[in-house]
């Protein structure tokens, strides 16, 4: 029962102390992160975790956003 509450509490902190930051706060964090990820040095790491993920996983040539209910990947 006490981690329940304290979970309720953590959570009802988080929504306050996140309302009031505003959408101003929202908008400059994920101004940040966008920055980060289009990073030249962040985009060829991810090439690289990319290319050994196709090296020693074989058969996952196919981009994970196309693969949907609707079209079933191909063994």
């Known amino acids: 029962m006490a981690g329940k509450l304290t979970l309720l509490a953590g959570f009802g902190a988080g929504y306050v102390l996140g309302a009031r ?19 030249p040095r962040v985009q060829e790491k991810a090439g690289q975790a990319e ?17 949907t209910a609707d079209s079933p990947a191909t063994s």
Do not use: C, F, H, N
């Open 21 to 39: 930051a505003g959408r101003g706060r929202y908008d400059e964090i994920v101004g940040k992160a966008r920055g980060v990820w289009q990073d």
């Open 51 to 67: 290319q050994l993920v196709k090296d020693k996983l074989p058969g996952t040539s196919q981009p994970a956003a196309s693969m």
